[in-house]
Each structure stands twice: as structure tokens, then as C-alpha cells.
């Protein structure tokens, strides 16, 4: 039964610490866009549009 | 003081809009939540059924437990994850379906099934040691899940070599299908040679399951589970891999990036406690750093 209960934590907590690094690089990249996108400077309207 | 206001928003990362191609739709987010927590479900589960409820097997005792969870593993790496991978690569390569869409998916595909890979020859070594005495054989199945593990670590390594995103799509897509000339052989290397791996439980030749009752049910259970979790995987890392793409910097520069923004973080701070500070006048270290990476 050692066996089994090791094959399933390495497996289930490979499987799970993958997933929480997801998450995480997930959240890491969506706050990277919304920061570029934040700091962009307002595009000016051509003078034609005035 | 407009360039306090600049580095004020800087700081307040979900403050700015999204760019239209990365907005993602509410049905979708909610899509991927109900994936995951049916996944997360049906795991448990599938953990529950396979360690307490089943009977131990005959001949293999409590061992065949593993059998709950390495077949459903190894379906997902070969199959649904490597398999994938393939047909997008295909789908880019072909002229009239070309698009980064095909890339990115198979990238994902690619990484989430490294990972169930991994867990394929873990879980089947653990299995191998007390039923066959050893954690490894150089047995056809096994050497060849290894080989196509190799082979998808070089697709992601390839991955990361700078170019332009459609040479790098295209050699990608030729990578991956190189290495999905590896599936079939490791689907068929049981049939084909005399191997120490069992052959198939249920997709066997003659179509009749030799797994009945309870353990078939945790089977079937365990297969439908980790495909839930690929899929909930797949998508999250379809989202980062567009993401990636829509800023096109590599780990570097992010993370050059995110202290620089963190530098500018601590400004905004002073600046707001003394406005009448004089070197707030000056940019942004945020604003100038990410409007580049934005170019």
C-alpha cells in the first residue's frame, strides 16, 4: 500500500503544484498587460479629426 | 503633475484597459472556473473510489490501484495532450488555416503534456517496482515514452530560441510533428514487439474490457478527471501563451520589467506623500520601461 499512496501524492501533487504555477503565471502576465497598457501614452487625435 | 498621475496608474495594474484582443468574455472566464472545479471533483472522487471503495485485485493486491490513475494519465500525455499538439501544427502548417492560434495551442498542449508525461513514467515506475522488481526496463513501451518525452522537452526548448513568431511557429509545428511519429509507435509497441508492459485493458483488439464492476467505474472515472484537468490546464495555459505574446518579451525582460515597476511603485508612493517634491516632475521609470517592451 506504500506504493499506491506514493503514486498517487507524487502524481496528484505534481499535478497540482503545476497548476498552481499556471495560476500564478497567469496572474503575473495579466498584471504585466494591464501595466503596459496603463502606462501607454493617450494617443492625440490627428489634426483632421479636431 | 501629469507624470504623478502617470505613475500613480502605473501602479494600479487592473486600472487599464485591456488591450480588445486579450479581453476575455465573462462566459469563458466562467467556462474555465466550471472546468476546474469539475475537474477538482472528479479527481477527489476518482481518489476516494480508488483507495477505499474498490476491491484490492486477486493477483495484484492492492496495487492495481495505480492502475486508477496511470492509464488516465498516460491517455491524457499521448493522446489528447501530444496528439493536439500534432494537429495544430498541422493546421498552421497548412496554408489556408494559418494562424498563431494553432501555435499557441500547440505550445500549450505541448507544456501541460510534458507534465502529464512526467507523471505517466513516475506513476508507472512505482507500479513497475513491486510487480516487476526493478523502477526501470529498457522495455519498448517504456523506452519509447521516455524518447517522446525528450522529444516534446526539445519542441519547448526550441520554443525558446528568439525569432520572429512565424519562423518560430512554423519550425515549432515541424518539431512537433517529428516528434508525434513517436505516438503511434508507443501506442502499438505492445503489439508489435514482446514487451514486459501489459498490453490495453480496455481498447484491446478484441473490444472487450478486462476490467469489470466497481474497478472499470473507477477507471472510466480517472480517465474523465484528468481530462478535466488537461482541459482546465490547456486553457489557463492558452492564456498565458497569449499574454506572452501580446508583450513578445522573453523571462528577462519581465522580470527586468516588474522591479522596474516595483522602482516605480515606491515613487508614486513618495510622490504622493510630498507632492511638492521636485524629482516628481521626472518620467516614470514604469512608463518609459513598459511603453518600450510595448513597442
Redesign the interface.
Known amino acids: 500500500m506504500n506504493y499506491v499512496v506514493a503514486g498517487y501524492s507524487i502524481v496528484l501533487g505534481i499535478l497540482f503544484l503545476y497548476g498552481v504555477q499556471l495560476l500564478w503565471r497567469r496572474r503575473r502576465w495579466t498584471r504585466l498587460v494591464a501595466r503596459v497598457e496603463a502606462s501607454r501614452p493617450p494617443v492625440d487625435p490627428a489634426p483632421g479629426d479636431r | 503633475m501629469t507624470t504623478t498621475a502617470?505613475a500613480t496608474?502605473?501602479t494600479?495594474?487592473?486600472?487599464?484597459?485591456?488591450?480588445p484582443g486579450?479581453v476575455q468574455s465573462p462566459r469563458m472566464i466562467w467556462t474555465t472556473r466550471i472546468i476546474g472545479i469539475a475537474a477538482a471533483v472528479t479527481?477527489a472522487l476518482t481518489?476516494w473510489l480508488?483507495?477505499w471503495v474498490t476491491p484490492p485485485d486477486k493477483v495484484q493486491g492492492?496495487?492495481v490501484?495505480?492502475v486508477y490513475?496511470?492509464p488516465g494519465?498516460a491517455w491524457v500525455a499521448l493522446y489528447l495532450a501530444f496528439g493536439l499538439a500534432a494537429v495544430s501544427s498541422l493546421l498552421y502548417l497548412w496554408p489556408r488555416t494559418r494562424s498563431l492560434f494553432w501555435d499557441r495551442l500547440a505550445a500549450a498542449a505541448v507544456e501541460?503534456g510534458v507534465?502529464f508525461n512526467?507523471?505517466t513514467l513516475?506513476?508507472g515506475s512505482?507500479?513497475g517496482?513491486?510487480t516487476w522488481g526493478v523502477w526501470w526496463a529498457w522495455d519498448a513501451r517504456l523506452t519509447l515514452t521516455a524518447v517522446l518525452l525528450i522529444l516534446f522537452l526539445g519542441y519547448l526548448t526550441l520554443r525558446r530560441v528568439p525569432a520572429e513568431p512565424d519562423v518560430r511557429a512554423k519550425r515549432c509545428a515541424y518539431a512537433a510533428l517529428f516528434a508525434a511519429v513517436d505516438i503511434p509507435l508507443v501506442h502499438f509497441s505492445v503489439v508489435w514487439w514482446k514487451t514486459l508492459h501489459q498490453g490495453a485493458t480496455v481498447l484491446n483488439a478484441n473490444l472487450s474490457p478486462s476490467i469489470h464492476g466497481s474497478m472499470a467505474w473507477t477507471l472510466l472515472l480517472g480517465f474523465v478527471a484528468l481530462t478535466l484537468?488537461f482541459v482546465?490546464?490547456l486553457l489557463?495555459?492558452y492564456?498565458?501563451g497569449a499574454?506572452?505574446d501580446?508583450?513578445g518579451t522573453g523571462e528577462l525582460e519581465?522580470a527586468l520589467?516588474?522591479r522596474r515597476?516595483e522602482g516605480a511603485d515606491g515613487l508614486a508612493a513618495a510622490g504622493a506623500a510630498d507632492v511638492t517634491a521636485p524629482d516628481v516632475t521626472a518620467p516614470?521609470p514604469?512608463?518609459t520601461a513598459?511603453?518600450e517592451?510595448?513597442r
Open positions: 502617470a496608474s502605473a494600479t495594474p487592473t486600472a487599464g484597459p485591456f488591450p486579450l479527481v481518489v480508488g483507495l492492492d496495487l490501484r495505480l490513475i496511470h494519465v501541460v507534465v512526467v507523471c513516475i506513476s512505482i507500479w517496482r513491486p484537468v482546465w490546464m489557463v495555459r492564456r498565458i499574454l506572452e501580446y508583450l519581465v520589467l516588474e515597476s516614470a514604469a512608463a513598459t511603453a517592451v510595448a
